[in-house]
């Protein structure tokens, strides 16, 4: 997209409409259609719940605790977790990490997601009391520098670092880097820096996506969902008499509603459908109160 509307806008005239996969592109996109400066429209993938509810949840909760367990082969039970951001991606996470007897720790800037992870049964408090706790750290935000100086600061030694959000800017290396007097590469994608003060925090895959990075992404069968709404968004915007007006769109229902429904097909799982009666009764308003 970056690409079409920067370097190749001659291209442009030709383009009926695109679909974008993951979160934080749909708010960038969302950004450029607010600004005018999108130039067709885009189906936002990730909106359909048969993507968020289960790629971001169970696919990179799943995978995020591969990565970070390739990457290091720790014990999880017992261990303080401390999961940045309580979005589709750090309710996957944390709950997996919780299956695995870590006593989590949730950090929010949303008073609604902070509420419900404190209802799922994870301690919710800051950062900068839960950088003194924890003995891992996973951001899944979105967000900018969601582990900045103060954090490392205050961490305890030999603490893990790691992200699986957004591309490599939730940890700021960079004053990682500056806070140290020397770095080592103690396993294949976990880096130890040695502070000044001679504690040892170890950054993983260089911040970059962890699951990514040190494991092999989501597993096939989450991804199906999500390229199925990828693959039929395409088609839907390709028989549209008209393109649509530039804008950013949620995946049509029924395209949604398809995609859970071969789903469940392909897992040989049959669903009940309502009987008349049902359907009368849940469209009244005169039975029952
Ligand atoms: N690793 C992967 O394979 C993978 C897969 C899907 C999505 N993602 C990425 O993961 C990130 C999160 O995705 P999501 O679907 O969970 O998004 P989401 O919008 O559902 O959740 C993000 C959460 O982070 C919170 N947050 C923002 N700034 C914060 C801060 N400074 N401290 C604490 N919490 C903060 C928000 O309030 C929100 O609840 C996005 O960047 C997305 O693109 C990664």
Redesign the pocket.
């Known amino acids: 997209v970056a690409t079409l509307h920067k370097e190749k806008r001659d291209l442009l005239g030709n383009v009926v409409g695109g679909t974008e ?7 960038r996109l969302r950004a450029m259609a607010a600004d005018g400066a999108l130039s067709y429209p885009i189906i936002a993938i ?1 909106e359909a719940q048969t993507k ?1 509810f289960f ?3 169970y ?2 909760g799943q ?2 605790l591969d990565g970070i367990t390739r990457a290091t082969n720790i014990l999880w039970a017992g261990k303080h977790v401390v999961v ?9 996470f944390a709950m997996r990490a919780k299956g695995l007897g870590a006593q989590t720790i ?5 008073p609604v ?1 902070a509420l419900e992870a404190t209802m799922d049964g994870h301690r919710v408090m800051s ?1 900068d009391q839960a950088a003194e706790i924890g003995d891992i750290f996973v ?8 582990l900045d100086r103060h954090h490392f600061e205050a961490m305890k030694e030999g603490a893990i670092i790691a ?5 490599n800017v ?1 940890i700021n290396i960079a004053a990682l880097e500056e806070m140290s007097e020397s770095r080592r590469r103690v396993r294949e994608n976990v880096e130890e820096f040695r502070m000044m003060d001679g504690r040892k925090l170890h950054l993983l895959g260089e911040g970059r ?4 990075a040190a494991a092999e ?2 597993p096939a069968s989450v991804m199906d969902m999500s390229f199925a709404n990828q693959a039929l968004s395409t088609e839907f915007l390709a028989r549209q008499d008209q393109p649509l007006p530039v804008d950013v769109y949620d995946v049509p229902e029924e395209i949604d509603s398809e995609v859970a429904r071969l789903k469940l097909a392909s897992m040989g799982i049959e669903i009940d459908t309502l009987t008349d009666e049902q359907k009368k009764y849940l469209a009244s308003w005169e039975e029952g109160t």
């Open positions: 996969e993951t979160t934080t592109g749909v708010i990730n968020h790629d971001n949840r696919g990179t995978s995020t940045a951001g309580y979005g589709w991606c750090g309710k996957g949730v950090t929010e800037i949303d997601r950062m951001t899944l935000t979105g967000d900018i520098h969601v992200n699986s959000g957004h591309f939730e996506l962890i699951n990514l992404g989501h």
